[in-house]
């Protein structure tokens, strides 16, 4: 086959050889060739034009007595995957082969050398054949001054050659298309895009070979910077434009939200490869155009274009508020967020967690104690947020997502199970011996206050108890995906989870000012400690079933107040305070029994454990939206097609089963009497992300839906996006974007 290969190869060289035989070099200045006896070796050199290499197993070295040579000693090569003969050696700017001389008899030796080598235009020499006569005679004589002078040189070239390709390594290989050609877009105002190239330094793009188009919107003039003149080997002399390009595109008319930008374009690697045409799709959400007043008061020949208002679900908003200048509005604003959903039960549920990490503290803890370990706290929480989040927008993996797996629960579920009975006194009742020791551990370190422990407990909270996708995390997560900017985006992310943590904060330094003495320590100690086990109830309802679930908070109600000594008959001695605590235990008791009512009948509400009374389990049930279950983007594609010729409306619902937030809208909003006589006539539809396989990442990808919940409305076969709804809604707001919607 090589046989066959060779002469092929050889017509090709000599072929392209003459087409480009007035850019290349001749053969002895691309290769160039010496031949010197040094001490009882012989150094064999080339200086190796740039842009030019040479074969390492096309080296032949021969003598005209077999016995006169050891072996030759050839420098590290590069490895090369080339078209004709696969992988192969390479040598680029110096090479020194070194040859011991074995038989220094003779007077002269007559040596041959073969070697063959390429321009990285893409164009081969034929093989090359020197024959030198070298004087051996005075071999063992000492060697003249620039004999050792040539030798150091060749072997600190060669090592320096080295070092250099290690800090710079020399590409031999053409780099994927997007690592040679990097773009991004961001919308720098309400009428403009900034597209962007960062062009690697061995590489091109072409001027007339750009190419745009837009969905939502309208060009105005595009005007591109001045490239440089290139005589290129495909097209002649043609203006390319290398390092960093950026484009300013204005629009007009706007109509919809999103805007989708189709770019194409096209470049070649210095090493004689072109890549075939880049096409890339971005959908790109603009930030709101200043108000019509100030529009108005611009001089008429530089009044911005018209831009409609165009509405925005929240998500939308907030990504557009990052496409802003203003910095600080940016964070301040992220902030405020934060705030806001310091509030939901994404939050809720590390009030214990910290609380009882400090209340916990052998022989007290100070006020400063306190406080530092609670920013230990919110700022582990934050950077794991904004880590979290920053690979998330790059990869579009929700680490939150990959930690909802049930044995992850589970076992953090037996930690704050620990951490309770570490308030209560006591772990062995409950744990096995092996695990109890390694559990116990934990909890001894958050005991003794160690900050590292502290800090952890934080990353974890983020990343398994509280999985919430809101708005602000959802905006700051696409715009990291479309722009590429992990520095605002991740700053963003860092100050939103500040804004969560800040009561945190506050509720932390607060509990260091309970009273430490007495019995009321005590008690303050045994409801922390019910916190655990309500937080790990709470973890656990991701993962088993409604029943089982509404059983263990059964257990958790009525069994706390009965320990904490409620039905305690001894009450002459008792004080007021005493006497209100048992008043509210009988309380929580008796609700207690309500929720073992609904276990008994086979579930219910355990928030509205009295509705519903007269009916049967299976009556409350049906009082539902009927959903259709879809697990893949065609199965979608296929009911979205037959909605449109019927003129229906869509719901698309995202939903898991670890999603807090989800049961939520589930029990509170899809139960709704209002919202389920709505949607009489809207087909519903739900994906079910809980295992988060291809076809669950491939059916968010579709949408930019960063993880549930949400809520996307269709229309004629095409997403309303403006009513999306990302994160919980109450059911009164849920009925205002459908009926936007129809």
Not at 138 to 143: A, G
Not at 600 to 610: E, H, K
Request: aromatic letters at 10%; charged letters at 15%; hydrophobic letters at 45%.
């Amino acid at each position: 086959m090589k046989r066959l290969l060779l002469p092929l190869f050889l017509l090709l060289s000599a072929f392209s050889l003459v087409q480009a035989e007035n850019d290349l070099l001749p053969i002895d200045s691309a290769f160039a060739f010496k031949a010197k006896v040094v001490n009882n070796e012989i150094l064999l050199t080339w200086d190796i034009a740039k842009d030019y290499y040479l074969y390492k197993e096309k080296i032949r070295i021969s003598a005209d007595f077999s016995n006169q040579l050891g072996s030759a000693k050839f420098p590290k090569a590069k490895t090369r995957n080339d078209e004709f003969f696969g992988k192969i050696g390479v040598y680029r700017n110096h090479a020194t082969v070194v040859v011991p001389v074995l038989n220094d008899d003779a007077k002269s030796i007559l040596l041959t050398v073969n070697y063959q080598g390429c321009a990285d235009l893409g164009v081969c020499y034929p093989p090359i054949t020197k024959s030198v006569t070298l004087d051996i005679g005075s071999i063992r004589s000492t060697p003249p001054l620039a004999d050792n002078a040539f030798n150091l040189f060749s072997q600190v070239t060669n090592k320096a050659q080295s070092i250099v390709e290690k800090i710079i390594p020399i590409s031999d290989e053409p780099l994927p298309a997007d690592d040679a050609f990097k773009f991004s877009v961001v919308a720098i105002d309400a009428n403009t895009l900034l597209a962007r190239w960062s062009i690697h330094q061995e590489y091109y793009l072409y001027h007339n070979k750009f190419f745009f188009d837009i969905k939502g919107a309208k060009f105005g003039n595009i005007v591109f910077p001045k490239g440089k003149i290139k005589d290129d080997e495909f097209f002649g002399k043609i203006e390319v434009h290398k390092g960093v390009l950026e484009v300013k595109i204005p629009l007009t008319d706007v109509s919809t939200q999103p805007i989708t930008l189709i770019v194409k374009y096209q470049g070649c690697w210095e090493g004689g490869v072109c890549y075939p045409p880049q096409e890339k799709t971005k959908n790109i959400m603009l930030p709101f155009q200043a108000s019509n007043s100030n529009i108005n008061t611009m001089p008429e020949k530089v009044q911005a274009p018209n831009v409609a208002q165009v509405e925005l679900n929240e998500t939308d908003k907030i990504t557009a508020l990052l496409q802003q200048d203003n910095i600080l509005l940016i964070l301040a604003s992220f902030f405020g967020f934060g705030l806001l959903l310091s509030l939901t039960p994404c939050v809720f549920p590390m009030i214990p967690i910290l609380s009882g990490i400090i209340v916990g503290q052998k022989g007290g803890v100070s006020t400063k104690k306190a406080l530092i370990m609670s920013i230990v706290f919110v700022l582990s929480m934050s950077v794991t947020y904004s880590i979290a989040g920053v690979l998330a927008g790059y990869f579009g993996e929700n680490l939150q997502v990959l930690f909802q797996a049930p044995w992850i629960l589970a076992i953090f579920s037996l930690i704050f199970v620990a951490l309770a009975f570490s308030m209560f006194g006591y772990y062995e009742i409950q744990l096995p011996v092996g695990l109890q020791g390694k559990i116990a551990k934990i909890s001894s370190n958050q005991e003794n206050g160690h900050l590292i422990g502290v800090a952890v407990m934080g990353f974890l909270s983020a990343l398994i108890v509280g999985p919430c996708v809101a708005p602000p995390l959802a905006g700051a997560l696409i715009y990291i995906g479309q722009t590429g900017d992990a520095l605002l985006g991740g700053l963003s992310l860092f100050v939103m989870s500040l804004g969560m943590g800040a009561p945190l904060i506050a509720v932390g330094a607060g509990v260091s000012k309970l009273p430490k003495a007495g019995s009321w320590m005590n008690n303050v100690k045994y409801i922390f400690g019910i916190l655990m086990l309500a937080v790990a109830i709470y973890m656990l309802d991701r993962i088993i079933s409604p029943l089982a679930s509404l059983a263990l908070w059964a257990m958790l109600i009525t069994i706390s107040p009965i320990a904490m000594g409620t039905l305690n008959t001894q009450t002459s001695a008792s004080s007021p305070w005493q006497r209100v605590f048992k008043a509210l235990g009988l309380i929580m008791l008796g609700y207690g029994i309500l929720l073992w009512v609904l276990v008994a009948r086979g579930g219910g509400d355990m928030l509205q454990p009295l509705s519903d009374w007269g009916t049967s389990s299976v009556a409350t049930e049906s009082v539902h939206i009927k959903f259709e279950r879809i697990k893949s983007v065609d199965e979608l594609d296929q009911i979205l097609a037959k909605a449109k010729s019927s003129n229906q409306i869509v719901m698309l619902d995202f939903y898991a089963d670890w999603c807090i937030s989800c049961k939520e809208l589930e029990r509170f909003v899809f139960s709704n009497a209002n919202v389920i006589n709505e949607m009489a006539n809207v087909i519903a539809l739900q994906a079910d992300v809980t295992e988060n396989n291809a076809n669950d990442k491939a059916l968010m990808k579709r949408f930019d839906i960063v993880g549930p919940p949400a809520i996307l409305f269709f229309k004629n076969g095409i997403e309303n996006r403006s009513q999306r709804i990302v994160g919980e809604i109450s059911a009164q707001d849920f009925l205002k974007q459908l009926n936007k919607t129809k």
